[in-house]
């Protein structure tokens, strides 16, 4: 059971828009920066997100992250079918020895 | 290209021990951060085990004792060494870098995995 609360499924149709919501606390999300991770099975992880909003080098701009208080959430404007895959949000939290916690993950369906 | 890529998963038995390597390629292993990362059957990411600085190393609570981080420069490779495994041990393992510089940027550079199965 993690930390970091996140729904286990979402779903959209092409061209929409979804949002992902990290639900945590005052000794993690409320104290520091929060990261998404997209995973498509039998690939490698790909960091979407660090530091709240900020977008790697690479990472299509129909993606943005955003924290407010003790709860995070990724966003997917323009919905693409290759946008199916786990979606995680990650940080640290003060009352664990974990270098990096990791919410459930969020099964994103492209219907 | 940075390039991560993980071997040395397997069928196992429970008690057994593997060790899984993790090549690196257009980085360097001794000079960054890494960390492993598993995902078991029909579960998310749980992070496994962190090495830093001067081979400084974390571990989550459900390793401890039993796994160790290491790596060799002459072969550029991260590992893991996993002894006393458990069949809650089974799952895709990752490795990835941690990047830092003014703050965390992330783990920015993942490999594909490579299976373990902990099963008699």
């Known amino acids: 059971q993690s930390v970091l609360t996140q729904p286990p499924s979402a779903s959209g149709t092409p061209g929409q828009r979804v949002t992902i919501s990290c639900s945590g606390s005052s000794s993690n999300i409320g104290s520091h920066h929060v990261y998404w991770y997209q995973l498509i099975p039998g690939t490698a992880p790909k960091l979407l997100i660090y530091k709240n909003d900020q977008r790697p080098s690479g990472v299509s701009d129909r993606f943005s992250g955003s924290k407010s208080g003790t709860s995070a959430s990724l966003a997917i404007s323009g919905l693409r079918s290759e946008d199916e895959a786990e979606y995680y949000c990650a940080t640290w939290d003060d009352n664990l020895s974990d270098h990096v916690v990791f919410g459930g993950g969020t099964k994103l369906t492209v219907l | 290209e940075l390039q991560l890529v993980e071997t040395g998963g397997g069928l196992i038995q429970p008690g057994g021990s593997l060790r899984l390597s993790c090549a690196a390629s257009?980085?360097?292993?001794?000079?960054?951060?890494m960390s492993w990362v598993r995902q078991a059957p029909g579960k998310g990411l749980e992070w496994v085990s962190f090495?830093?600085?001067?081979?400084?190393?974390l571990y989550a609570d459900s390793v401890k004792g039993r796994f160790t981080i290491s790596r060799d420069s002459s072969k550029n490779t991260l590992y893991l060494q996993m002894n006393s495994l458990r069949v809650e041990d089974t799952g895709v393992y990752f490795c990835?870098?941690?990047?830092?510089?003014?703050?965390?940027?992330?783990?920015?550079?993942w490999g594909q995995g490579t299976t373990v199965t902990v099963s008699s």
């Open positions: 990835a870098r941690d990047l830092y510089g003014d703050f965390y940027f992330g783990m920015d550079v």
């Open positions: 257009g980085l360097n292993v001794i000079n960054n951060y």
């Open positions: 090495i830093y600085g001067e081979d400084s190393t």
